[in-house]
C-alpha cells in the first residue's frame, strides 16, 4: 500500500504541494487536498483514496491553469478548453474548470462575444469580419444576434472608415475600385459600399 514519504511546498507554484509516494511516484496538490485529505509523512493510501486524490489533484491543476489563462486575456469556453487539453490537462477536467469559471463568472461566452464585436467595429470592420472572429474565437452562434446588434450600422461604419483615411471617394476607376476592394476586404457587403461610395465611374462592370 503507498505511503506518504514526504510534503512539500512547491517552490514555483504558491499554494501548490509536492506529495512524495514511497514508490517514487509524486503527486502535485493545492491546499483544499492537503486538507481533506490530511496528507502527511507516514499516511498510508489505500486504492479507492489514491484515485480519490489524483482525481482531485487533476481538477485542482486544470482549475489553476484555467485560471491563469483567463487572467492572461479573455477567452471563450471553448478556446479555453481546447487550451487546457493542449497543455496536458484531461477533457473532463478542463470541461469542470471552465464550469467553475462560468459560476464565478469569471468565463462568460455572451460578454466575451460582445467584446470581440465592439473592438472589431470601432477599428473599422465590417459584419462578415465580426461574424469571421466570433466563429475563429469558437463563440456559440446563439451569442451572436446579442453581440452583433452593439455595432454600428453597416453604412455608418463603412463611411466612417472611409472619412478616417481622409481621401474622399476617387473619381478615377482604378482607384475607385482599389478602396471598393479594401472595404470588401473589411468584411462590408456590396451593398453597404454601393451605398457609402455610390456608382463605380464605368459602371456596373467595375464593381467585381
Given at each position: 500500500?503507498?505511503?506518504?514519504?514526504?510534503?512539500?511546498?512547491?517552490?514555483?507554484?504558491?499554494?501548490?504541494?509536492?506529495?512524495?509516494?514511497?514508490?517514487?511516484?509524486?503527486?502535485?496538490?493545492?491546499?483544499?487536498?492537503?486538507?481533506?485529505?490530511?496528507?502527511?509523512?507516514?499516511l498510508e493510501l489505500e486504492g479507492e483514496a489514491l484515485?480519490?486524490?489524483?482525481a482531485s489533484s487533476e481538477d485542482t491543476s486544470a482549475r489553476e491553469r484555467a485560471a491563469r489563462m483567463i487572467g492572461a486575456r479573455p477567452l471563450s469556453r471553448a478556446e479555453l478548453i481546447d487550451?487546457?487539453?493542449?497543455?496536458?490537462?484531461g477533457r473532463a477536467q478542463a470541461e469542470r474548470a471552465a464550469d467553475r469559471l462560468e459560476e464565478l463568472g469569471a468565463l462568460n461566452d455572451g460578454e466575451y462575444a460582445r467584446t470581440v464585436v465592439r473592438h472589431y467595429d470601432r477599428m473599422g470592420y465590417g459584419p462578415q469580419k465580426l461574424r469571421e472572429e466570433l466563429y475563429r474565437r469558437k463563440i456559440p452562434r446563439d451569442r451572436w444576434a446579442e453581440a452583433l446588434a452593439e455595432a454600428r450600422p453597416e453604412?455608418?461604419?463603412a463611411a466612417d472608415y472611409l472619412a478616417s483615411k481622409r481621401s474622399g471617394i476617387p473619381s478615377d476607376p482604378r482607384s475607385f475600385q482599389r478602396q471598393a476592394n479594401a472595404l470588401r476586404r473589411r468584411g462590408f457587403s456590396w451593398q453597404a459600399i454601393r451605398a457609402v461610395m455610390g456608382a463605380c465611374p464605368v459602371g456596373e462592370d467595375g464593381w467585381e
Amino acid at each position: 500500500m503507498p505511503k506518504v514519504d514526504r510534503v512539500e511546498p512547491s517552490k514555483h507554484v504558491r499554494g501548490r504541494f509536492l506529495v512524495f509516494l514511497d514508490t517514487g511516484s509524486l503527486i502535485k496538490v493545492g491546499e483544499q487536498e492537503l486538507l481533506d485529505f490530511g496528507l502527511r509523512p507516514g499516511l498510508e493510501l489505500e486504492g479507492e483514496a489514491l484515485q480519490r486524490l489524483i482525481a482531485s489533484s487533476e481538477d485542482t491543476s486544470a482549475r489553476e491553469r484555467a485560471a491563469r489563462m483567463i487572467g492572461a486575456r479573455p477567452l471563450s469556453r471553448a478556446e479555453l478548453i481546447d487550451k487546457l487539453v493542449a497543455k496536458g490537462e484531461g477533457r473532463a477536467q478542463a470541461e469542470r474548470a471552465a464550469d467553475r469559471l462560468e459560476e464565478l463568472g469569471a468565463l462568460n461566452d455572451g460578454e466575451y462575444a460582445r467584446t470581440v464585436v465592439r473592438h472589431y467595429d470601432r477599428m473599422g470592420y465590417g459584419p462578415q469580419k465580426l461574424r469571421e472572429e466570433l466563429y475563429r474565437r469558437k463563440i456559440p452562434r446563439d451569442r451572436w444576434a446579442e453581440a452583433l446588434a452593439e455595432a454600428r450600422p453597416e453604412e455608418e461604419a463603412a463611411a466612417d472608415y472611409l472619412a478616417s483615411k481622409r481621401s474622399g471617394i476617387p473619381s478615377d476607376p482604378r482607384s475607385f475600385q482599389r478602396q471598393a476592394n479594401a472595404l470588401r476586404r473589411r468584411g462590408f457587403s456590396w451593398q453597404a459600399i454601393r451605398a457609402v461610395m455610390g456608382a463605380c465611374p464605368v459602371g456596373e462592370d467595375g464593381w467585381e
